[in-house]
């Protein structure tokens, strides 16, 4: 809500009135020199210190100007007042310039005008349809068929709309997949994997069991291992064309074995978590999961807030044929958490050819913003390991730093950065001008530079 500038005045002095900043019977400046001072109207003085007169704050004396009325101070609202300010006063003096964060993205090629256009279309006396009803629980028909169009074309994966289940994102489906078959399933994931999604499968209260990967992927042997006397339903979630954080894509072999591990038991499903394979940078691309199987074993999760923007909160889900029915009689009381209206818009992006053209476009950006971000350490930073740079939007280094030692260093100079758990560091370039790349490979240096 916009506040007036007489009434974000009127509140700092009643505020300083009430904790004690400001003394009773202390004068306060005269109309003139505040307003000088400050460099604002006279009129915007008075207004606030009338506001002041009405309630009580202040009080004024003929030719004398005005005070301040004798009042009992509150001290919760002192001690709160000192402590927020100590916060505010120590987010500035640390807040990083440079973030590094992985979940970033160039906003700036954001297809405004083309979605503009698609609202208005959306919106028109054709669709008053959407207008009328919440909508079904899977989703909108039409963005469900566009859907399955374009993994069909993109990703290999052959589907029928039927399948396709539209949501908020990630965590709406992975709850949803954590009820849909009545007694809680066990939950296998990497490690190390997504902090947001292993928090929101530990708010299911299932139980959940990290392996760990090598350099083709999660370690088939001990994945058997732990899940050989299991009789619950089993989940694992991996992320097979680009992991998080790794940035290790899954070789043929290991996924073949992944599958095969699937099939050895009825209550095996494999969540494939496709988050950003829509931008690979080197060789072909790399077939989903869900393409190679062939007893409908893979739970496909596929998101448009990599290629668009997460504000847009639109993601999907492809379940195997037989949860399809289980899926609707579990939640039938459910509708469709996305607008009818964004979903229509989406579907008429991707029909109308914008979608891949914005794929496209994005890429050969990142692309450059990758290749300027690598050129930039292996000039600068000879020394340093990099992995995971084939795709995506992030990759990791490893230096002769530890990496708390590294992120602290860095936050103290204005670098925010985030480490993987086991010794990398997450460099996320997506957002990043020239010269901010620059500047965070500076700091490295400098850092790297120190004993």
């Known amino acids: 809500m916009h506040v007036s500038l007489y009434e974000d005045i009127y509140k700092k002095i009643a505020l300083d009135i009430r904790t004690g900043r400001l003394a009773p019977d202390s004068k306060l400046p005269s109309i003139r020199s505040f307003a000088d001072e400050k460099g604002i109207s006279r009129n ?77 279309e959306a919106l028109s006396k054709e669709s008053i349809f959407l207008l009328e009803q919440a909508g079904s629980l899977m989703g909108e028909e039409d963005l469900r068929r566009s859907i399955a169009s374009f993994v069909y074309t993109h990703r290999g994966i052959n589907c029928s709309f039927e399948q396709v289940v ?12 954590a009820r849909l078959f009545g007694s809680k399933p066990t939950f296998i994931m990497e490690e190390p994997t997504f902090q947001s999604t292993l928090q929101i499968i530990k708010d ?52 073949s074995s992944i599958l095969s591990w699937a099939y050895s038991n009825n209550n095996r499903y494999v ?23 062939t007893r409908d074993r893979v739970i496909y999760l596929g998101t448009f807030s990599r290629t668009l923007t997460p504000a847009l909160r639109v993601s999907y889900m492809i379940l ?7 899926y609707k009689e579990r939640f039938n ?62 990759f990791i280094i490893k230096a002769n730093k530890s990496e708390n030692e590294l992120i602290r260093q860095a936050n103290k100079l204005g670098l925010f950065l985030r480490g993987t758990g086991n010794g990398w560091i997450i460099i996320g370039y997506a957002h990043l001008k020239d010269e901010e790349m620059n500047q965070a490979i500076g700091i490295l240096e400098q850092i790297m530079a120190t004993k």
């Open 44 to 120: 915007t003085v008075i207004n606030a210190y009338n506001l002041l007169l009405f309630e009580g704050y202040i009080y004024s004396k003929e030719k004398s100007g005005f005070y301040v009325s004798r009042m009992e101070t509150n001290p919760y609202e002192i001690k709160e007042h000192i402590e927020a300010k100590q916060v505010k006063e120590d987010k500035e003096e640390s807040e990083p310039i440079l973030d590094l964060s992985a979940n970033l993205i160039d906003s700036s090629m954001f297809p405004y005008s083309t979605l503009r256009q698609l609202y208005r």
């Open 166 to 177: 539209i949501g908020n994102g990630t965590a709406y489906h992975l709850q949803k997949i």
């Open 204 to 255: 299911t209260d299932s139980e959940i069991i990290q392996i760990k990967q090598d350099r083709e992927g999660i370690k088939v042997s001990d994945l058997k291992k732990a899940t050989s006397k299991k009789k619950e339903t089993q989940l694992l979630h991996i992320s097979p064309s680009h992991q998080f954080p790794m940035g290790t894509t899954m070789s043929a072999p290991r996924r």
């Open 271 to 293: 969540i494939e978590d496709d988050y950003d394979s829509d931008f690979r940078y080197i060789g072909h691309p790399i077939p989903s999961l869900q393409s190679m199987d």
């Open 320 to 326: 195997p044929k037989q949860l399809v029915r289980l």
């Open 333 to 394: 009381y459910y509708h469709c958490p996305v607008s009818r209206i964004d979903q229509r818009v989406l579907s008429l992006f991707i029909d109308q050819g914008y979608f891949v053209r914005h794929i496209n476009r994005m890429k050969r950006l990142y692309r450059s913003k990758r290749d300027y971000m690598l050129d930039l350490l292996r000039e600068k930073l000879p020394s340093i390991r990099i992995q995971g740079e084939a795709a995506g939007l992030h």
